[in-house]
T-cell receptor, first 114, second 114 residues
Framework: GNSVTQMEGPVTLSEEAFLTINCTYT??????LFWYVQYPGEGLQLLLKATKADDKGSNKGFEATYRKETTSFHLEKGSVQVSDSAVYFC?????????????FGKGTKLSVKP | AAGVIQSPRHLIKEKRETATLKCYPI?????VYWYQQGPGQDPQFLISFYEKMQSDKGSIPDRFSAQQFSDYHSELNMSSLELGDSALYFCASSPSPTGGFEQFFGPGTRLTVL
């Protein structure tokens, strides 16, 4: 099955700092890739996704580009806000493709200080 | 927009007791997934259903069982509870296991086993 390795935190940044959370994957074929966010005390929300190589997913100022050559899907944001404090999970379908059960990275906890 | 509903949101049980968690998918979603997230851990896939039939099985203990009913809601039954079962249990739904549709997660049920 596929696997995902994610930079572990915690990560602490000041407001307006640049954010990068690294995610690399091992997969057969070219599965869809996802970033999920979990705010304190809440469930998982899809933050962004990319379905094929060189696709860029973006949402709420966050971006991630599907890099086939480096098997990576790093999450970036140019200027973080306090409200971005959450745990971020990189994920992909465990069997590949674009659907089915997801396998998650270990999660990266982001804390943004004012 | 309607979201995935899970009940109860919090549940406290004693060791060796049983628990039933319920999940109500988004209307017209026929696929349900269950995940378990231990403290500080990433979500782990347990089991999934498509059109009321089990579609895949992950790391679900034999003490657990689940089913999907005719109205597409799903229940996760947990027996002989152990301390290690304390976790956040997520249900997710999607319109179909194929076609690249994303999974929409519920808020989770926090199970505490004492």
């Amino acid at each position: 099955g596929n696997s995902v390795t994610q930079m572990e935190g915690p990560v602490t940044l000041s407001e307006e700092a640049f954010l990068t959370i690294n995610c690399t994957y091992t997969a057969t074929g070219y599965p869809s890739l996802f970033w999920y966010v979990q705010y304190p005390g809440e469930g998982l929300q899809l933050l962004l996704k990319a379905t094929k190589a060189d696709d860029k997913g973006s949402n709420k100022g966050f971006e991630a580009t599907y890099r086939k050559e480096t098997t990576s899907f790093h999450l970036e944001k140019g200027s973080v806000q306090v409200s971005d404090s959450a745990v971020y999970f990189c994920a992909l379908p465990i069997y590949g493709g674009s659907q089915g059960n997801l396998i998650f990275g270990k999660g990266t906890k982001l804390s943004v200080k004012p | 927009a309607a979201g995935v509903i899970q009940s109860p949101r919090h549940l406290i049980k004693e060791k060796r007791e049983t628990a039933t968690l319920k999940c109500y998918p988004i209307p017209r979603h026929d696929t349900v997934y269950w995940y378990q997230q231990g403290p500080g851990q990433d979500p782990q896939f347990l089991i999934s259903f498509y059109e009321k039939m089990q579609s895949d099985k992950g790391s679900i203990p034999d003490r657990f069982s689940a089913q999907q009913f005719s109205d597409y809601h799903s229940e996760l039954n947990m027996s002989s509870l152990e301390l290690g079962d304390s976790a956040l249990y997520f249900c997710a739904s999607s319109p179909s296991p194929t076609g690249g549709f994303e999974q929409f997660f519920g808020p989770g049920t926090r199970l505490t086993v004492l």
